[in-house]
């Protein structure tokens, strides 16, 4: 047997890295590290600018690896490269508590890993969203004499990612956008978890991406032919008008003669003895964690390279700076996170003698009003801009070579348009925005979840956030909905219910895109008209819930009350003022912000002792206990909506002022 | 100008039903019906096999209007064709409170509509869920000789339905699984909210569908080239063994002359002289719901029509109930949703002498012990089989050429899964039931609110139901997830905590899907193994909740427990009592349910007076308070899980008995 060549060292370290560790753990994905070893190895080794010594450099190239359970085969690249944050030790605690490298790559555990990835599909749509911040960036900053933006994002993605119809939603959009500096790896092994593609996935991949505007090209044997995947990728990075799907033909499992190519070696340790075999298999002679010296001298090449790269854009970056030192000012801002001064003025302020606007119309104004003052929004709807309100004005349509505008088209694409969103947010220096109706919150929430999950500053702007909506019926209105996002740990969901707790929601949610912890916000907006309340301001939003108005004294009873409601408690509390009851009404724009509040301000806003509170919130009860408390009612939705007129829908489920007085009456015996 | 032909009048009368509709209830979709008018008349004139006075007549031709907002459409054609359902007064209050003609179709509404649609791309997909219930039925039924069940499903649907993500998931394994009797046509109109497919959907929809291993025509004038529509549909049905898709290019609104073509016409009403103008345009006499009396008697032929395809079926199945009387009982039982008598006690029970097991394969163990007994079920895993344990032992997996099988391999697809499984239970004759790890619930949110607000009868196999679950981390661990399911309306959502509520939760969701309101079920179970406990049965879990343990008189305390941590409760009452402590145990495993018994259960399971109550379930609290109330606690979730093993997770987390012990004590104080 001849000796192995450098590359097969090096290929094989990564494969018995992945091998090793998912041994220790007694869990684990190793077949997908086996086979994709090979274009990972070509892939960072000749094309992949990074600086391993600083993971944070702006203009590194993007890495996602889409098929996430494969993570080792991220993990062995960050420990081969040189990053600090995966040394041997964290890759022999894999996959235990708080370490390093967990189950699944988690941008918010491991420095150098760009994305949360795992659940299938996410990552090439966050590759998509990658590469649109990238254009844009590029098109915003870059000078015809200096180019401070200009990278690559590159995504490795399995039979599964292709088979979510998330991915199809993300690439349809990339192919049509021309994106020509996204180039994703098919990792194309024929296997899933159910043993081959042919029970179930027998379309032509290649095809489909054609179809999508894609530049496609087939590595035939992803498991040797490495001068093949290099061509491809170069010829890929050749075409810059479309993006490239490469599909490379490989073997899950490589190397393990009884496992590979079989679905046994997709998700489980391999076994002491087919761990053995293996290495006699690939003439691998080290034990577990030992790695050949040359390889690892060969692998951390990386540093020296990714300091020079880093250095020569630093020296192009200076001369930038000097020559255009406003635009080096806004995008150093951009790139750490740092608003305008002041920003917060250009927020909308209103009186009760403002006419009364839709939320989602407050919203649209509100957006319009920061688009200057916080220049890194941008976003858009899904195919719904002129029923969402997201439009800004003043700038045109993000398309194919109109990189520059900050108004996303997304189409009808949901589930993608999230997952593109929190690509934009983790890629660094732009704030983005997405916008559906509440109800097909149903459809993203996968990427949703991600958002909080990651960290993502994604802003969330769902308008038609009720039954009031009217004719669409019940499949367009939200019940449940509400419910099942305040679960969401992590996201901000708040329901505003005029135009100055609209212009709160946007401060707190844009603050939160560039916190030290980010989170995403989701705002939830009325298609219908609402007054314009007494008692309302952009500083109490903040507070999450609030006294909107009181009678002097303990109050006998509280109305609590959001967005649309709020009004309806608003006018209840005054008649049954009149009748001589003191009334309090409390104003929960957003939960999740009121529970982090002291347990004094709760208090003073929720006494313990005044257990007759009457919720009026037209949703659905879930999750509501906590504040209608054991004395308490609540004028909730049973069931789903209907198709009728707003109004009358309205006051067919009872969300009128006389019975909130009435249920308030009845409450207070 | 010459006399307006029959067919024009026909497709003209379908146009101004939905215009005059439209602008009566000003609100509502016109532009779809205008423009795909010729191909509805076309297909359901020329093609379509149904019988108006039997809309239930079992081997109808299925319709499918998967862009649901243009439901005129299908009201139109259900009026014109002789359906009671859809008078013309029905259509004089078109998405009016209680109307038969809400703002999208909805199955439990309308006699006539098979599927709730709306919600983009839903239609298509349980399309594919239609015709796979056709290939079963028709392989298990049909004999050489005589054929019984020999029906298409026929589906029109739009640019929107195609740029979302669950289209291409079903349609993609529709070509896999060759389902030749499912036929499509594309409403090519090149118009969506946003304005031109131009702005976002720019890729090579034909390509596509040909990827996926569909047949695919192109009719170039679908306004008024009627001949080709009919050749392309007549083509597509002489194509047995693929679906067909036929891309019909349109005009939007077409007729109108300022507003065809535009996206103006999509959602809003024509308004008074458009409607005035497209009269003229169109050269229709005939004021707001007055029809032709050439046309509607044309029209009305389907009346005659349907009754002699009916009476030709019944003679053929006539035939067959003499020759195969066996076959046809059962034909007749899955039709009529008649479960075998004592099917129930196919269901295993067990003691706590029985080897503990992970409810998933408890859940197995049902799967195929009523397998024999409910001969209707069929279903399948979204790619993880072996991990969610659904795999039927005793028959084969349902492949294309193999239809008479009962595992059903779907990919890793869940949105297209559960859409499908709606389209399958909506056909009416079988139960299907389909599976992923509970924390993908998300990725196919959009289809279980419609299982649930379709009264589809379909069964969800949820496994990994908890962080429990262990190494493959957050993304993979259900934290929010219970909360966002039981937050659904008429979904039932279980969490068996052994063998006996494993087989009383399928002895409920079985029964749930042949009731007179068929409900889904979601049923969550663990990974893990858990003990077989003193005190379950199967009757209890029909409660919904109930007293697993008790202490004499009243209890002190409350352990509230579901699913895994229900052992959790169990063991730490016999300690605390030990101590002296009156401790009551009760398992939650469905709260609706429970919410469903009367107020004096309730009361004697979780009396009012005791407020002490300690929760535990590996879960966010979202919703609990409605049961740990003002004076409870529990041990639950917040935020993210982590990856580790599941052991160590749950240790961390709190779920442990001294931990329930030690709450409790401090609880009880």
Known sequence: MPAATLSELCINSIRFLAIDAVEKAKSGHPGLPMGAAPMAFVLWDQFMRFNPKNPAWCNRDRFVLSAGHGCML?????????????????????????????GHPENFMTSGVEVTTGPLGQGIANGVGLAMAEAHLAARFNQPDATIVD???????????????????????????????????????????????????????????????????????????????????????????????????TTIGYGSPNK?????????????????LTRKNLSWEFPPFELPPDALAHFRKAVDRGASAEAEWNEVYATYKSKYPTEAAQFEAFLSGVLPEGWEKSLPTYTP???????RKH??????????????LLG???????????????????????????????????????????????????????????VFADYMRGAIRLSALAEAGVIYVMTHDSIALGEDGPTHQPVETLASLRAIPDLLVFRPADGNETSGAYKVAIENTVAAKKRPSLLAFSRQNLPNLEGTTIEKVATGGYILSDSEGTPEIILIGTGGELYLCAEAAKQLREAGKKVRVVSLP????????????????????????????AASDFGWHRYIGDGGDMIAIEGFGASAPGNVILEKYGYTVDNVVARAKALLG
């Open 260 to 276: 590979g190519n079989t679905a046994d070696v997709h998700g489980a340790a391999l076994g002491a003895s087919e761990v053995e």
């Open 590 to 617: 957003c939960w999740e912000l009121f529970e982090e509040q002291d347990a004094a301000y709760k208090e003073s806003v929720l006494p313990k002792a005044v257990t007759k509170r009457l919720v009026v919130e």
């Open 74 to 102: 991220q993990y062995a690249l960050l420990h081969l490269t040189g990053y600090d944050s995966v040394t041997i030790d964290d890759i022999k605690q894999f996959r235990q508590w708080e370490s390093k490298t967990p």
């Open 363 to 376: 919203s649209e104004i509100t957006l319009n009003a920061i688009a200057g003052s916080v220049p890194q």
């Open 151 to 249: 990278h690559y994002t590159y995504v490795i993605l399995g039979d599964g990612c292709n088979m979510e119809g998330i991915s199809g939603e993300a690439c349809s959009l990339a192919g049509h956008l021309g994106l020509g500096k996204l180039i994703a790896l098919y990792d194309d092994n024929h296997i899933s978890i159910d043993g081959s593609t042919d029970v179930s996935f027998t379309e032509d991949v290649s095809k489909r991406f054609e179809a999508y505007g894609w530049h496609v090209l087939h590595v035939a044997d992803g498991n040797t032919d490495l001068e093949g995947i290099a061509r491809a990728i170069a010829e890929a990075k050749s075409v810059t008008d479309k993006p490239s799907m490469i599909k490379v033909t």
């Open 380 to 438: 858009g709807s899904a195919d719904l801009t002129h029923s969402n309100y997201t439009q800004l004005k003043g700038t045109g349509d993000f398309q194919k070579g109109q990189y520059v505008n900050r108004n996303l088209k997304f189409g009808v694409r949901e589930h993608g348009m999230g997952a593109i969103c929190n690509g934009i947010a983790l890629h660094g220096g732009l704030i983005p925005y997405c916008a559906t109706f509440l």
């Open 353 to 359: 003698a403002d006419k009364g606007l839709a939320t």
